[in-house]
């Protein structure tokens, strides 16, 4: 994991009252500008999402989906991301579109958009040999 995790409930109580959201129907991102260097993420599933494994796969899709696009040196940010109802039937390649529009709206930079930068490992497979193709 390249970035932090946020831990206290003050912490997200802080980035909720203060940052800005982005919202999608399969996810919603809460950002907040702070001092520190470092980035550090949150990532919440409710229990409207469904019981433990609905929740438990929303955060690992998430995780997989945020790990694409997250780069470890853009400053210090904290972001939560929010499950919504549909996350944990979406694929992580889905997610990871969202993920890109999401970063996109905020301002963020996107670590799979930046030149040089590998073709995502989460592209559904007709989506790699198209960009193979490419190259």
């Known amino acids: 994991m390249r970035y932090r995790?946020?831990?206290r409930n003050s912490?997200?109580?802080?980035?909720?009252?203060r940052g800005k959201s982005y919202v999608n129907p399969a996810l919603v991102l809460y950002v907040l500008?702070?001092?520190g260097k470092k980035t550090r993420?949150?990532?919440?599933?409710?229990?409207?999402i469904g019981h433990a494994v609905?929740?438990?796969r929303a955060r690992r899709v998430m995780?997989?989906?945020i790990d694409e696009h997250l780069d470890h040196n853009i400053g210090g940010y904290d972001?939560?991301?929010v499950a919504r109802g549909i996350t944990p039937?979406?694929?992580?390649?889905?997610?990871?579109?969202?993920v890109a529009k999401l970063f996109a709206q905020a301002g963020l930079p996107d670590k799979a958009k930046q030149p040089g930068a590998k073709a995502p490992a989460t592209v559904p497979p007709a989506r790699k040999a198209a960009a193979k193709a490419k190259e």
Not at 11 to 17: D, L, M, P, Q, S
């Open 63 to 65: 995780k997989a989906a």
């Open 54 to 56: 609905q929740r438990n």
């Open 11 to 17: 912490e997200y109580g802080r980035v909720y009252a």
């Open 33 to 35: 500008k702070t001092r």
């Open 79 to 81: 972001l939560i991301f």
């Open 41 to 48: 993420v949150g990532l919440t599933a409710t229990k409207k």
């Open 5 to 7: 995790p946020i831990r």
């Open 89 to 98: 039937h979406l694929k992580s390649w889905q997610l990871s579109e969202v």
